[in-house]
């Protein structure tokens, strides 16, 4: 974790890649980012920990609030998060300063940041970040699209034993255009203890996400899930909404209407409610509405239960090489 009281000036900054961001930490992270040698060129976002954040005027209200989140403030110069009372983070466009007021819940900080406050920030930059795993199949980025227990994971996890990369798992970042491109997290997945159970040999092994939730991390190596890591990235060939059910015992992928599509994927943000409290709804609905004509979605419906993932896995593949061969 870092120091106190240090600023880019005082340490040798880190330089990492994640969700397509060249990121400067002074820090080194304890989840498996890729490192990036410097280039002489300026990192895209600096994150470094300061002493104070600007505070908010007394008269202020945060935009939202919610959970671990006391509240989200706009700033004079970009936004304020604070957590737990304990960590605040002041987001630019160029830099992240975070003051940690309790040593204790210095992990927090990496939780907080690769999850709520880089997508934020990524979405900040008209550059949607889906709640969703992605997997690489033929070199083509294949995306799921999920709340938690919604499946992602684990669909990504079952290609990545038959041989597909994994892209990212949880977090999926974008970026709209000619081809969309979907940008790498890292090599590591996050699931329940009952879904690890089904890829990993000891889950007792597993650290957790946070310590007070039964999530484990579960890493590519080591203990982990024998697969591979892509850290480049990859053209979106497709968009999946997974759809696990008790009553079926067939795999379908169904195509569903540009409209539907939309609504899914609007539906599917990591930080829906922060965009919306922002007021980025209009934004975001016009980078998606260009996602959705370039990439298609498709819903994929399957029977209940680990055992049928290498058949929905095996479905997946045709589909996405009939995509891409059009």
């Known amino acids: 974790m870092a120091q106190a009281d240090v600023t880019p000036q005082d340490i040798a900054l880190k330089r990492f890649c994640v969700y397509g961001i060249d990121l400067a930490l002074d820090w080194h992270p304890s989840a498996p980012l890729s490192s990036r040698t410097a280039d002489g060129n300026a990192a895209e976002l600096t994150v470094h920990r300061v002493p104070s954040v600007p505070e908010p005027l007394q008269t202020d209200e945060p935009i939202i609030r919610g959970g671990e989140l006391d509240g989200l403030y706009r700033m004079p110069e970009g936004f304020l998060f604070s957590f737990a009372s304990v960590v605040r983070f002041h987001v630019t466009r160029e830099e992240i300063r975070y003051e940690l007021r309790d040593a204790q819940y210095a992990y927090a900080v990496e939780l907080w940041l690769l999850g709520t406050v880089l997508s934020f920030w990524l979405e900040w930059q008209q550059r949607p970040a889906l709640h969703a795993s992605a997997s690489v199949v033929d070199g083509h980025a294949v995306g799921f699209m999920a709340t938690n227990k919604g499946g992602k994971s ?18 999926l970042a974008l970026t709209p255009g000619t081809p969309t491109l979907a940008h790498p997290g890292f090599p590591q997945m996050r699931m329940w203890p009952e879904q690890a159970a089904h890829f990993v040999p000891d889950v007792d092994a597993l650290e957790t996400v946070h310590p007070y939730i039964e999530k484990k991390r579960v890493p590519l190596v080591d203990k982990g899930i024998d697969g591979v890591f892509c850290d480049e990235a990859r053209p979106l060939a497709v968009l999946y ?5 008790d009553e079926v015992d067939e795999i379908t992928i169904e195509p569903i209407s540009q409209s539907e599509a939309l609504l899914s994927i609007v539906r599917e943000s990591f930080v829906a409610r922060l965009i919306e409290a922002a007021g980025w709804q209009g934004q975001r609905l016009g980078l998606l509405s260009k996602v959705v004509k370039a990439v298609p979605v498709r819903h994929l419906i399957y029977p209940n239960g680990m055992e049928h993932l290498p058949n929905v896995a095996a479905a997946v593949e045709d589909n996405v090489r009939m995509l891409t061969r059009r």
Do not use: N, V, W, Y
């Open 154 to 171: 684990s669909l990504a996890a079952t290609l990545m034993q038959q041989g597909h990369p994994l892209l990212t798992d949880d977090i």
């Open 241 to 245: 909404i997974p759809d696990r059910r």
